[in-house]
Every structure is written in structure tokens, then in C-alpha cells.
């Protein structure tokens, strides 16, 4: 194995020193294996960051029990189960739920959202977890426009989207001022409660 030297801040060689211990392994041994991985992250066009971002998704996860479905699975069962108008409103109430679920669980690891870059920080790692394939943000004086470009192709979806938005921003703090719904879009105006 070659030897070489990295330098790491005090706080860094802290932790992979307690980890060492606490996983029963030499420093050098974690160092190599945490370099790999992130080394193989990289290679798929992932930043280390965004590993960071997986490892908080994957907690996420674990408190929601989510099933990995095409969306156009998804879609099918949402447009069957939406012909029933008081189905639809129930689904729509499930999916604010669900969306204020996920902001809870996310604060508890980022903490409240105390400004824009924090709040955007969030939701990147919720956009991530989601049918959202791009989330643009423009700040426009305290309000926050968020345009949602998503793989959803149908009303019903549009609908449950916004619903899980809604439940998202209330829960993070902040007033749902308007929105408007499209297939396979979404916008949405927030500002900060009080």
C-alpha cells in the first residue's frame, strides 16, 4: 500500500480518530475506505457533498418507508384512485402530510431554516427524494419564488405535488402565497410567517 500525507483540519482528525475506535479499526484503514467510496461517488459525477445530501436522504427515508415505483406506476394508480373525488381530496391531504413529515424530519438534521441559503440548502436535499428533477429558486425582496420541473405527466400528480409543497413550506416556516400548477411543473410563492 503507498503511504502518502493529507492534510486534515483538528476537528476532521478528531472524528476519524474517535471512529476508528469506536468501529474497531485503524485510522489509516477507515482513511483508505472513506477515500475509495468518495473516490468511486466521484467517478459517477457525484461530489462529496452530495454524499453528505444521500446519507441525510437515506435517513429521511428510513422514517417515511418509502416504496421505489416508477412514476408512471405511480401515476396510473394515482389517476384510478382519483376518480373518486373524496379519494382525491384524501390523497391530497395524505401528500401534506407526507411533505410536512419530510420537513420535520429534515429540520431535525439541518435544524430550522434561518435564512434563503439555508432554506435552499433543504430543499435540494428534499427536491432529492422526490419527483422534482429541477428546482430553480429567485428571491424576490422576503418573497421566495420556487419553480418545480418534475417527471410527472398528469393533473392528479400536479395536484398531490402541490399539496406535498404546501405541507413542506408551512411546516419549514413559511406562508404559501400563491402557486400555480401545471403538468410536469410547479411554481411557488412563500415568504416567512410573521
Not at 59 to 70: C, E, G, N, T, W
Amino acid at each position: 500500500m503507498k503511504r502518502t500525507t493529507v492534510a486534515i483540519n483538528e476537528s476532521t482528525a478528531r472524528r476519524l480518530s474517535e471512529l476508528s475506535r469506536r468501529n474497531k479499526m485503524v485510522v489509516s484503514a477507515l482513511a483508505t475506505e472513506a477515500l475509495e467510496v468518495t473516490c468511486d461517488a466521484m467517478d459517477m459525477g457525484f461530489t462529496p457533498g452530495d454524499l453528505r445530501d444521500l446519507i441525510v436522504i437515506l435517513k429521511l427515508a428510513s422514517f417515511i418507508d418509502p416504496v421505489l415505483l416508477p412514476i408512471d406506476v405511480v401515476e396510473k394508480l394515482i389517476v384510478i384512485a382519483s376518480r373518486d373525488a373524496g379519494t382525491l381530496n384524501s390523497l391530497i391531504e395524505d401528500f401534506r402530510q407526507l411533505g410536512a413529515r419530510i420537513a420535520s424530519t429534515t429540520i431535525s438534521y439541518y435544524g430550522t431554516p434561518s435564512n434563503v441559503e439555508e432554506l435552499l440548502k433543504t430543499l435540494t436535499v428534499i427536491s432529492k427524494i422526490s419527483a422534482f428533477k429541477e428546482v430553480k429558486t429567485t428571491r424576490r425582496d422576503a418573497t421566495l419564488e420556487i419553480s418545480i420541473i418534475g417527471s410527472w405527466k398528469t393533473e392528479e400528480t400536479s395536484k398531490l405535488i402541490e399539496a406535498f409543497v404546501k405541507g413542506a413550506f408551512e411546516t419549514l416556516g413559511y406562508n404559501v402565497k400563491e402557486t400555480y400548477v401545471g403538468v410536469g411543473s410547479l411554481k411557488v410563492m412563500v415568504a416567512p410567517k410573521g
